[in-house]
Every structure is written in C-alpha cells, then in structure tokens.
C-alpha cells in the first residue's frame, strides 16, 4: 500500500516568490490535512479539505492558500514569501469522514528554505 | 480555540523503564486523542489513539489513559527499548481538525 507523497522534498525559494507544494493521499483517503512544522512553533494547521471542499482553515495570514482535486490528491500555495515561512511543510490524509475522526497518515514533508 | 499542553518536553530514561508523557486540553468538544511518534528526517507516525467513550487503550508495550473530566491523556511506554527513542507528539481532534502538543523529545539510554 502506498504511502502519502509529497513533493518536491526540498525547495529553495527567494523573498517575494510564491510556490506549489504536492500532496497524494493514501487511495480511499478522502481528506488532507496540511500542517507547518518548525522547531519553535511546532505543528501548526494550515487547512483541511475533504472531497475538495476546504472544511477547516487554520489562522495563517491569506498568502497560504490549497485545493483539492477529483482524485483527492491536493496542492498547497504560498504567495509572496516571507524568510519566516522556512518551514517543514507536511500534508496528512485520513479517511475523514463527515462526524468522525480518523488518525492521520503524514508524509514525509517538504523542506522549504526562503532566502 | 482548541489548545493542548504537553509535559515533559525532555525525557531521558533508562533502557527498560517505563516513560510516560501527559497532555491537557481545553476544549471539551475534542472527541480522539491520538498520539504520533516522529523521527528524524520523518513525518509523524501514529502509534496509538483513543475515543472519548473510552478510557484507556494498550497495545502491546504503549498505553493511553483519557480523563474526560480533568481534560487530561497520556502516554504510558513499558519497558523502554532505544529505538523507542523520538519526539512524540499528542494530538485532541475534533471535526477534521487536528491541535497537536509542543512534543515531548524520549531518550532511551542503553
């Protein structure tokens, strides 16, 4: 059985850039979860989009956006980067049913270096 | 919103000791409570959770305990092993959304 991909792994970004990050959930696994991991915030919620609805929104300024797609594979998107968006940028899929919880499956993230 | 502590935030134990690591959240709408393990260069795994009709779980040598009414979980691990070593993270859910703790860093000493 396949596990969540992300990708790129890693990425260097300049100040000002935008970028795409890529997520493929397990198959059957309607819902992804993105999250932003440093070490001095720990993990933190971006969004969760479940059958290509954005169910939940955490509180991260608009410059952080995401979709989801037919095929519940998503995309996440940072629009004019800041140094402070260096992060470890994980997505974690789930069965996410509509008034349960699931535990999640992460990925293994990528690593985004704004410069 | 939801808010989760976590103690402690270092763990150093002995081989074949018992760790444990304790969580508190705010909100009681949270309804699972799981717990993942990360390691280093990896994404969080998840090791063990439970539902709030429940009070207590084991699998093997890790159990969790839920205390509805304190607002409290935790983590018990028996019979440490080094490649217990990690950073585990507790987690309180509710609806999609998932709020986790600041991460507790486990040293198991051989």
């Known amino acids: 059985k396949a596990g969540v991909t992300q990708t790129p792994r890693y990425l260097i970004k300049t100040r000002g850039q935008q970028v795409t990050l890529s997520c493929s959930p397990i198959s059957g696994h309607r819902s992804v979860s993105w999250y932003q991991q440093t070490p001095g915030q720990g993990l933190q919620f971006l969004f969760e989009y479940f059958s290509e609805t954005q169910r939940n929104k955490g509180n991260f300024p608009g410059r952080f956006s995401g979709r989801q797609f037919s095929n519940s594979r998503s995309e996440m998107n940072v629009s004019t980067l800041e140094l402070g968006d260096s992060a470890l940028y994980l997505c974690a899929s789930s069965l996410g049913g509509q008034r349960s919880v699931y535990g999640y499956t992460f990925g293994s993230g990528t690593r985004l270096t704004v410069v | 919103g939801e808010n989760v502590e976590q103690h402690p935030s270092t763990l150093s134990v002995q081989e074949g000791d018992s760790a444990v690591i304790k969580c508190t959240y705010s909100?009681?709408?949270?309804?699972?409570f799981p717990w993942y393990k990360q390691e280093l260069g990896k994404g969080p795994q998840l090791i063990i959770d439970i539902r709030s009709n429940v009070g207590e779980k084991k699998d093997q040598r890790i159990a969790v305990t839920l205390n509805k009414t304190a607002k409290h979980f935790s983590l018990h691990i028996t019979e440490t092993q080094p490649e217990d070593s990690a950073v585990y993270f507790c987690?309180?859910?509710?609806?999609?959304?998932?709020?986790f703790g600041d991460g507790t860093t486990l040293t198991v000493k051989p």
């Open positions: 987690a309180a859910s509710m609806g999609g959304k998932s709020t």
């Open positions: 909100d009681s709408a949270s309804n699972y």
